[in-house]
């Protein structure tokens, strides 16, 4: 399974953006799905995480009630919608991919996922 996350791009504080991460390669219906970011100088944290079929998630404290991720199995993509975006929020954006994890569960932690794609860089300017 290959990843490619796009959509980033250089935004205002208060703007949106949305992130898209299209798999090829397999189908990624019964995969967990993430999104990761990481800063300059700071480690890669958990941003977002949705189960096979969406119907859980987890938001990283930090983003809750203004990012919202998302998946559409039919068409192999995982999204990332950003709201109310920060300047705190400048970093590049991963998508991931867990093949291991069950039917309604979420993978929080990094070393799960196998798959990773290239990242997406996104900054927002105060």
């Known amino acids: 399974v290959q990843l490619q996350a796009s959509g980033g791009g250089l935004v205002q504080a208060g703007g949106s953006l949305r992130l898209s991460c299209a798999a090829s390669g397999g189908t990624v219906s019964r995969y967990c799905m993430g999104w990761f970011r990481q800063a300059p100088g700071k480690d890669r944290e958990i941003v977002a995480a949705i189960s096979w079929t969406g119907g859980t998630s987890y938001s990283a404290d930090s983003v809750k009630g203004r990012f919202t991720v998302s998946r559409d199995n039919a068409k192999n993509t995982v999204y990332l919608e950003m709201n109310s975006l920060k300047p705190e929020d400048t970093a590049a954006y991963y998508c991931?991919?867990?093949?291991?994890?069950?039917?309604?569960?979420?993978?929080?932690?990094?070393?799960?996922?196998?798959?990773w794609g290239q990242g997406t860089l996104v900054t927002v300017s105060s």
């Open positions: 991931a991919a867990d093949r291991t994890c069950g039917l309604g569960y979420i993978s929080q932690r990094s070393r799960q996922y196998a798959y």
